[in-house]
């Protein structure tokens, strides 16, 4: 192979052959030879990976760079994928070199079979982005398209895509979050929800006034967003459509949680003695479960799966040194039983297992486990700093290492643990010990969503193989949810 190589303001050119480790001298003087190294890349392009030194006395030396190969399989399910083939793109940025490298970027491009296996040669080392595209649209890509992937010298790296296709445009992956806009006063704030392509960004409450939408939560179906609107929860269908105010009081309401059969929302409500209640999913008249007084208070409201009990964060006159406890009641307002006590102090995440059998619970680094009729005490799961994530959809408890910061499931017999996080992604630390709010699960696709301290959406593997930004724009990003 020749390339040919000039400088037009005297019209003397050359010519080089790529083999190896050959070296061009090219007479002149250092000027002529930049402006030589960059004809040679702009008549090259083919030479990715190269970089150009100029070495004395007035000698063009070109070096391949450091490469690897990179696997790349994708695996198409469902129905009526209406295609056969997708297109790949590599993105490359060319290594650091003298400036008569330009530093400019080349797409590489493949075609790939809807399930195949094909390996790109010759590709840089260092963090490439990997992309499947002219995918049709009815069908999704599970897990974040681009993906970002490191490129070692002489190995092999590999990504996947698993695409799922169905008879019509299918809404699998779409994610809603809270914005606040910078500039713009901390009480207006706005619902969005996104593709976890990155794509159908929507602002769902733009009522064009200052209002603040938080606390969102989806129903079990996807189908509806509960939300607080200032001080009263709200009710909207998935597209932002059907705005239903359901609480109406001088006293402020949080925490909307729905039943596992979407039947009923949960919520605190009231000041300075919040209670939980219950409402219709349709609207009506709250039913209140707890009656405080005093300096009595209950919030967290949670769900048992068979939806027949709430448990809840509270503190009671037999509490009054001011710890929370975790209290169950059954949906009618009877069975109010306390689970804990001032030993432990369980005021962070807490939420009932897949089979109902137990309840996890934070209480400073450990992670507790207690019976949900309160006929055993608390059962100490973990003692070597570790945060309560939540549970996997086969009752094993998920949790995060402050040590290490890997991710964890664990049995509730404090057998099997697992390490989730092999890869080399790990969820930023201020995530788990300050803002577990900020963080979702998505069990289906094992994707986990999260917003970073500088207020954007980033979506990882679970396993950390992989990891991109959603958002990324000047305004603060937070509470992200996957649609179920």
Request: hydrophobic content about 35%.
């Amino acid at each position: 192979m020749q390339y040919h190589f000039g400088r037009s303001i005297d019209d003397q050119y050359g010519s080089i052959f790529l083999n190896g480790a050959s070296v061009l001298s090219f007479q002149g003087d250092r000027r002529s030879l930049s402006e030589a190294a960059q004809a040679l890349f702009s008549l090259a392009p083919s030479m990715t990976g190269t970089a150009i030194v100029l070495l004395r006395p007035f000698t063009l030396a070109v070096r391949r760079g450091p490469q690897g190969e990179l696997e790349v399989t994708t695996v198409t399910g469902g129905t009526n994928p209406d295609v056969d083939r997708y297109t790949l793109t590599v993105d490359e940025d060319r290594p650091r070199c003298p400036r008569a490298c330009g530093g400019h970027s080349t797409t590489r491009w493949q075609s790939i079979g809807i399930n195949e296996t094909v390996t790109v040669p010759s590709v840089n080392a260092g963090r490439r982005t990997v992309e499947l595209q002219d995918v049709p649209p009815n069908c999704q890509v599970g897990g974040y398209n681009p993906q970002e992937v490191w490129i070692t010298e002489a190995t092999t790296s590999a990504v996947s895509f698993e695409v799922s296709c169905s008879e019509g445009s299918a809404q699998r992956g779409r994610i809603a979050f809270e914005r606040t806009e910078d500039g713009m006063p901390p009480w207006d704030q706005d619902i969005y929800v996104i593709e976890a392509d990155g794509t159908g960004l929507e602002n769902l409450t733009n009522t064009g006034a200052a209002h603040r939408e938080e606390e969102l939560e989806w129903s079990p179906d996807g189908t509806r967003i509960a939300f607080v609107r200032d001080v009263d929860i709200y009710v909207m269908n998935a597209d932002g459509t059907g705005l239903q105010r359901f609480t109406n009081t001088a006293e402020p309401e949080a925490q909307p949680t729905w039943s596992p059969d979407g039947s009923q929302i949960a919520f605190a409500g009231g000041d300075p003695n919040a209670d939980i209640y219950v409402i219709d999913a349709d609207g009506g008249t709250a039913l209140r479960l707890t009656h405080n007084t005093g300096r009595d208070f209950s919030h967290s409201p949670d769900w048992s799966p068979d939806g027949s009990r709430i448990a809840f964060h509270g503190r009671r006159e037999i509490n009054r040194e001011g710890f929370l406890s975790i209290f169950v009641i059954n949906t009618d307002g009877t069975g109010d039983t306390r689970l804990t006590d001032n030993t432990l102090h369980p005021g962070g995440t807490f939420a009932w297992s897949a089979d109902g059998l137990h309840i996890a619970f934070q209480s400073g680094f450990d992670i507790y486990l207690v019976d949900p009729d309160g006929s055993a005490p608390p059962v100490q799961l973990t003692s070597d700093g570790e945060l309560f994530l939540g549970w996997s959809p086969d009752s094993r408890v998920l949790l995060y290492d402050v040590t290490d910061a890997n991710i964890y499931l664990m049995n509730p017999d404090g057998s099997g643990l697992v390490n989730l996080t092999t890869g080399p992604v790990k969820l930023p630390r201020n995530v788990p010990e300050s803002h577990p709010e900020n963080l979702s699960l998505d069990w289906e696709g094992l994707r986990i969503a999260f917003a970073d301290d500088v207020g954007d959406i980033w979506i990882t593997a679970a396993d950390g193989e992989w990891g991109a930004p959603l958002t990324d724009d000047p305004w603060r990003d937070s509470r992200p949810r996957w649609r179920p």
